[in-house]
């Protein structure tokens, strides 16, 4: 099994930073993906970025050039750099572990930007 701890999150205003990171620990194998999603209210759950363990990483079109998704293989970490914050990136964010046979969810931390 795969567990994972988020944190990071919190309030900020528009225009603010902040960075969100992920560890997974357990049985984690070398070929995996680890994602970031969010939720609004009222909302579905969409995907923010994703990073593979080689590298190869993905955005969602309204974050691109705001959000920098990066990770540190040697601590199975994750991590979301969000710049010039808005305030439609209000959601609670999740963190996303898969591998050819796991696929496990973070519990979410809360991202509240204020205008």
């Known amino acids: 099994q795969v567990q994972l701890v988020e944190s990071g999150g919190g309030l900020v205003q528009a225009g603010g930073s902040l960075r969100l990171s992920c560890a997974a620990s357990?049985?984690?194998?070398?070929?995996?993906?680890m994602s970031w999603y969010r939720q609004a209210p009222g909302k579905q759950r969409e995907l923010v970025a994703s990073?593979?363990?080689?590298?190869?990483?993905d955005y969602a079109d309204s974050v691109k050039g705001r959000f920098t998704i990066s990770r540190d293989n040697a601590k199975n970490t994750v991590y979301l750099q969000m710049n010039s914050l808005k305030p439609e990136d209000t959601a609670v964010y999740y963190c996303?572990?898969?591998?050819?046979?796991?696929?496990?969810w973070g519990k979410g931390t809360l991202v509240t930007v204020s205008s």
């Open positions: 996303n572990f898969r591998s050819p046979d796991i696929n496990v």
């Open positions: 357990g049985s984690i194998r070398s070929i995996n993906t």
């Open positions: 990073i593979s363990s080689r590298g190869w990483n």
